[in-house]
């Protein structure tokens, strides 16, 4: 099942110390190369972040949410429109070093909005595919930019699935130098 997507890669990168955390390197290639490379199957993919970001992209186009750092459901919001034609919506962050294909495709065909649940339960909303026209009812009825990912989740049915995939989780983010030098870690 086709999909189009939007990458989250805005954010102030506190815990990282600042700067722009999707072009971090893990085993030489930046995070954000990582989870487009994951995209290939995707019919159309959008990047939400700060023009900083444009000489990495490739030809992939990119646009800013507002206010500028106004969170992942105001990023969320400022890329569909870019993406809103396809029949499902990928959401992710662009600091998964270990997304893949494989993971997409196991969130393609379920429900509303598909998220995985890691092993204490909890939802992964940035490792997310949705039906467009459920993310379009979710977003419309969290009308405020600064909204929480649990809030648009509970606008729709959330389908949640576990993990069946080889080696790190597809959620596992860089948000901190020491999840850094874990993802390095599993890649030697």
């Known amino acids: 099942m086709g999909y189009a997507a939007i990458v989250l890669a805005g954010g102030r990168s506190r815990r990282m110390g600042g700067g722009l955390k999707p072009l971090l390197r893990v085993g030489g290639v930046t995070m954000?190369?990582?989870?487009?490379?994951?995209?290939a199957?995707?019919?159309?993919t959008v990047v939400?972040?700060?023009s900083e970001l444009d000489d990495?992209?490739?030809?992939?186009p990119r646009v800013q949410e507002q206010p500028p750092g106004g969170g992942p459901v105001a990023a969320i919001g400022a890329g569909f429109a870019a993406v809103s034609a396809a029949a499902r919506v990928a959401v992710l962050a662009a600091d998964l070093p270990f997304l893949t294909a494989q993971a997409l495709e196991q969130l393609t065909g379920a429900g509303d909005c598909a998220?995985?649940?890691?092993?204490?339960?909890?939802?992964?909303?940035?490792?997310?595919?949705?039906?467009?026209?459920s993310l379009r009812r979710a977003l419309e009825a969290v009308p405020r930019k600064d909204a929480s990912m649990k809030e648009l989740l509970g606008a729709v049915n959330?389908?949640?699935?576990?993990?069946?995939?080889?080696?790190?989780?597809?959620?596992?983010?860089c948000d901190t130098p020491e999840a850094l030098e874990e993802a390095q870690k599993w890649l030697r």
Do not use: C, K
């Open 32 to 39: 954000l190369d990582r989870v487009l490379a994951a995209l």
């Open 41 to 44: 199957g995707s019919s159309h």
């Open 48 to 50: 939400v972040g700060p």
């Open 56 to 60: 990495h992209l490739a030809g992939v």
């Open 115 to 133: 998220v995985y649940v890691d092993g204490q339960g909890r939802r992964q909303p940035l490792v997310a595919v949705w039906a467009t026209e």
């Open 158 to 173: 959330v389908t949640e699935l576990t993990w069946a995939g080889q080696g790190p989780p597809p959620w596992f983010d």
